[in-house]
């Protein structure tokens, strides 16, 4: 039991003084809306990466994938990202969330997925997308792993089944694939 009356309270000084500031920022972006976040500010990052050569960042968002020169990457607090140096051409990033990426094992690439269901490779040096595979089922790929030697891709994912008038049971699993044989079969 506490007495309501030990919490502290604001003082109604304090209150006015934030509603006074709350509303002149809300006019100087009503005034001026370009001086509002930036487009990149507002994507949500739901897997980020180094290249093990200390050369690129990535990060995988819920509008897909964001592959930058790290010598670009502003060290300055408070500054923002600009445009990325690669990105899918459009018809590989259709807007979906990556919520998985990892580095080839010479660095010349990336593989990266999410909630198309698709596995595709980013190369870096010249920025061509291309795609391995479609996982069956269409799933949500929420992970994926390379073996040391860099031969196979290990992906986590996660699938509806059996679908119910209010929602679907969704399904955990774990599939292996040969990459060099993914590689080969989509012609990179």
Avoid: M
């Avoid at 920022?25 to 509002?36: I, Q, T, V, Y």
């Avoid at 739901?46 to 990535?58: E, I, K, Q, V």
């Amino acid at each position: 039991h506490r007495d309501l009356h030990s919490f502290p309270t604001r003082r109604s000084s304090d209150l006015e003084k934030e509603l006074a500031e709350s509303t002149a920022k809300f006019l100087a972006l009503k005034e001026n809306p370009d001086s509002g976040p930036s487009p990149l500010a507002r994507l949500q990052v739901g897997a980020t990466g180094f290249s093990r050569d200390g050369n690129w960042l990535w990060f995988g968002t819920d509008a897909g994938l964001r592959v930058y020169r790290w010598s670009d990457v502003p060290r300055t607090a408070g500054s923002e990202l600009r445009e990325p140096t690669l990105q899918p051409a459009s018809d590989f990033d259709d807007g979906q969330s990556v919520h998985a990426v990892a580095e080839e094992i010479d660095g010349s690439a990336i593989v990266f997925a999410g909630v198309s269901g698709r596995v595709l490779r980013l190369e870096l040096s010249t920025g061509r997308t291309h795609e391995l595979v479609r996982v069956p089922g269409d799933p949500v790929i929420w992970g994926l792993t390379r073996s040391a030697d860099g031969k196979t891709l290990g992906v986590s994912a996660r699938a509806k089944e059996k679908p119910t008038k209010r929602f679907g049971l969704w399904k955990w699993h774990w599939q292996v694939w040969d990459y060099s044989l993914l590689r080969r079969q989509a012609g990179v």
